[in-house]
């Protein structure tokens, strides 16, 4: 009876860690939403397909602080961007953010935006968020202040 009792918490355990292990983290809106600055920090993929290190982005022009806002709003240093192929809008599902299309402005016609309209969110603490960017870069940002 001990063995069985043993074997049945045992297997028990088990299980939940195995349920526990396979739960998919679901990031709530809630916590993206904010102003996040720019780090100046970039990772790319090299020719075999693997992440290199974190490297400093050397320019001497300020990149834009980036909001979302609780309304599905994409700011850039406080307000919408007017730049061709900006997004604008987002949602988020699980870890992915879904990015509107960017509405076509004046100036952008003939302009061939080739977006991808998905970043995923690879690391979201309440003072550093990581994006992955179409596969093939990331970004990382500090919780404004």
Same mark, same amino acid.
């Given at each position: 009876?001990?063995?069985?009792?043993?074997?049945?918490?045992?297997?028990?355990?088990?299980?939940?860690?195995?349920?526990?292990?396979?739960?998919?983290?679901?990031?709530?809106? /809630?916590?993206?939403? %904010?102003? &996040?600055?720019?780090?100046?920090? =970039?990772? @790319? /993929?090299?020719?075999? %397909?693997? &992440?290199?290190?974190?490297?400093? =982005?050397? @320019?001497?022009v300020a990149l834009p602080?980036?909001?979302?806002?609780?309304?599905g709003k994409i700011l850039w240093d406080g307000k919408p961007s007017e730049a061709c192929c900006t997004f604008t809008e987002f949602e988020v599902e699980g870890e992915t953010i879904t990015l509107s299309v960017p509405p076509i402005t004046t100036g952008c016609e003939l302009v061939n935006c080739a977006l991808c309209?998905?970043?995923?969110?690879v690391k979201l603490t309440n003072k550093q968020l990581e994006l992955n960017i179409c596969d093939n870069s990331m970004l990382r940002y500090n919780k404004a202040n």
């Amino acid at each position: 009876m001990k063995y069985k009792r043993k074997l049945m918490k045992a297997v028990l355990s088990l299980l939940l860690m195995v349920l526990l292990g396979a739960c998919n983290k679901n990031i709530e809106p /809630k916590e993206l939403i %904010g102003k &996040w600055d720019n780090t100046y920090e =970039i990772r @790319t /993929k090299d020719e075999a %397909g693997e &992440w290199t290190e974190w490297t400093t =982005i050397n @320019t001497l022009v300020a990149l834009p602080q980036l909001e979302f806002t609780e309304k599905g709003k994409i700011l850039w240093d406080g307000k919408p961007s007017e730049a061709c192929c900006t997004f604008t809008e987002f949602e988020v599902e699980g870890e992915t953010i879904t990015l509107s299309v960017p509405p076509i402005t004046t100036g952008c016609e003939l302009v061939n935006c080739a977006l991808c309209d998905t970043w995923t969110i690879v690391k979201l603490t309440n003072k550093q968020l990581e994006l992955n960017i179409c596969d093939n870069s990331m970004l990382r940002y500090n919780k404004a202040n």
